[in-house]
């Protein structure tokens, strides 16, 4: 069992603060749960929080692991309150996920492109 969860382990970038946005290159990588998996029905993300900070307004950049639920393959997670009020918490299961800003189509939007382009075709 150890030697499966070790060999599994997520890997995120890891940093706080208004550098987080810029130069993906020279952010920390960390390895989620080294030391313990996850509880059970949870498991580890990438997390990319972007937060106004309280104390100067200033809009800031938070990535880490997190533990999240998961519900049909997708990550339920709720943003933190913690390290200012939340802007924005995408969590993604893969590695390295919460790199820069990225464009999410969901398979509808992109069912939606197709149909547009196909459908006068046929009428």
């Given at each position: 069992?150890?030697?499966?969860?070790?060999?599994?382990?997520l890997e995120c970038y890891s940093c706080t603060g208004p550098?987080?946005?810029k130069e993906i290159k020279t952010l920390e990588k960390r390895q989620c749960?080294?030391?313990?998996p996850p509880p059970a029905g949870y498991q580890?993300?990438?997390l990319k929080l972007s937060y106004k900070d309280r104390a100067t307004q200033k809009t800031m950049i938070s990535r880490k692991c997190v533990t999240t639920e998961v519900k049909d393959g997708e990550a339920n997670f709720?943003?933190?309150?913690t390290e200012g009020d939340p802007i924005n918490c995408?969590?993604?299961?893969?590695?390295?996920?919460?790199?820069?800003?990225r464009i999410n189509f969901s398979?509808?939007?992109?069912?939606?492109?197709?149909?547009?382009?196909?459908?006068p075709k046929f009428l």
């Open positions: 069992f150890n030697f499966f969860f070790s060999a599994s382990a550098e987080c946005e749960g080294k030391s313990a580890y993300g990438c709720h943003c933190p309150v995408p969590v993604c299961l893969t590695d390295l996920c919460n790199s820069a800003s398979l509808l939007a992109v069912t939606g492109v197709i149909l547009a382009f196909v459908a």
